[in-house]
């Protein structure tokens, strides 16, 4: 699928180029540049798919799966590098001002490539949210953006039109802030990935594996990674009567519990332990019963 975007995101990039240097518009151009990072994008998520759906391996025994959120975190660093080149062209723009030439051409390229990106966001956001990918839904919002900003290119040769010498420079100047809250949104969203910010609240987990019976008590639930690739553990308290046999069984039927309860989840954790009064949980923290390890 990144392939057929890759084609869509260049012809789109390519067609607002040719047309800004044209026409002198600087807001085409810059979106032009947005389009064009569209492209980098692609080409670094399909780089970092390839790599992230290999299975695991000696030296990566819990897979490759950061590769992607890497991946996501260098289409926020295009976004932001493409800030950087758009405001030197509209400095430029703002100490030689003057009126772009836009004909009919011009708003014929714009409707074409904002039909395009339409399309190309529909389809990435609905093959992110089946898949689960932050790749595609990153790249989905960057596309939005660049819908966004086609809009505004469209009104600023509206304006030129009728000679306003601003409308130009203020429309690159919202695809910017556009540019900077799509990367903002990306890197919170990889960061917090990478940070290995908590993805399960606790007290749901420990009410799941409560319903096991057999567990009486479960704490210390850590939850982490990507959506669709959720690292979980916890420890779940049993009669200290049971066999050992009996407990590893228990411990298999709380992992089947879980992963059936949360789909996203592809490891689980359960340390079985003793119900004896030193291996409870003494404090409630973050949300969840915590004992000492």
Excluded at 7 to 35: E, F, P, Q
Aim: charged share 20%; with cysteine; hydrophobic share 45%.
């Amino acid at each position: 699928m990144l392939w057929v975007i890759l084609g869509l995101n260049l012809l789109v990039a390519v067609a607002k180029l040719l047309y800004g240097y044209r026409s002198g518009a600087i807001a085409i151009n810059a979106d032009g540049i947005h389009s064009l990072l569209d492209s980098s994008s692609n080409v670094i998520g399909i780089v970092g798919i390839a790599i992230a759906r290999r299975p695991p391996d000696e030296n990566h025994p819990y897979g490759h799966r950061k590769y992607e959120t890497f991946a996501a975190l260098g289409v926020a660093a295009m976004l932001l590098f493409g800030c950087q080149e758009i405001l030197g062209a509209a400095l430029d723009r703002f100490q030689h001002p003057r009126v772009p030439q836009i004909d009919a051409l011009g708003f014929v390229v714009l409707g074409v490539t904002i039909l395009i990106n339409l399309g190309v966001t529909w389809a990435e956001r609905r093959e992110g949210r089946r898949l689960s990918s932050e790749l595609l839904l990153s790249d989905a919002a960057h596309t939005r953006s660049d819908v966004f900003a086609s809009l505004l290119v469209l009104a600023s040769f509206a304006a030129a039109k009728f000679n306003i010498l601003w409308a130009d420079l203020a429309a690159a100047g919202v695809i910017v802030v556009l540019i900077l809250h799509a990367g903002i949104s990306i890197l919170r969203g990889t960061l917090s990935t990478l940070s290995d910010e908590r993805r399960l609240p606790p007290d749901e987990i420990e009410t799941a594996a409560l319903a096991e019976p057999g567990v009486l008590e479960a704490h210390n639930v850590r939850s982490r990674g990507p959506e669709d690739d959720i690292h979980l553990d916890l420890h779940i308290l049993v009669d200290p009567e049971s066999t050992l046999a009996d407990a590893h069984l228990l411990g298999h039927r709380v992992e089947r519990r879980l992963r059936a309860h949360w789909p996203g989840v592809t490891d689980v954790v359960v340390h079985v332990e003793p119900a004896l009064d030193s291996e409870r949980a003494r404090s409630r923290q973050g949300g969840g019963l915590q004992a000492k390890d």
